[in-house]
């Protein structure tokens, strides 16, 4: 697999875990990053300490009941390189409650760096930005 097709891989797993609802698979694709969420300056190191984000996510139900919607991701890395760097557009769809209609709750940026270690590629540091804020009122 190439480096680009290997990073592809990983920024789309980490949507496809959260939608599943595996918060501790999401927490440990950032072991060994930083994790960063616009406005803020609050700067999470390692899966320990990322994992409270996501727990919160989880509702009743048993799982987010999301799907994300990554577009326009475009990975730069060199022929070689230990290092990389991707940005993204995503989307959140919700159906908070079963028969309702799909939400969607807010899109934004994934800005990414990675670092391969011992021959596979991981986060190195996660920046998210919240462009637009959507309806969440369908969450209560």
Known sequence: MSDISEITALV???????????MDAVAALFEHSTWRAEPGDTVLRGSAEVRPVYEQLIVPEGGPRTNHLLTNLTVDVEPGASTASSHCYWTVLQNARPGEPITIIFSGRYTDTFAKIEGKWHFGDRLITTDLPGDLSSQD
């Open 12 to 22: 789309h797993s980490y949507a496809i875990l959260l939608d599943d609802g595996d």
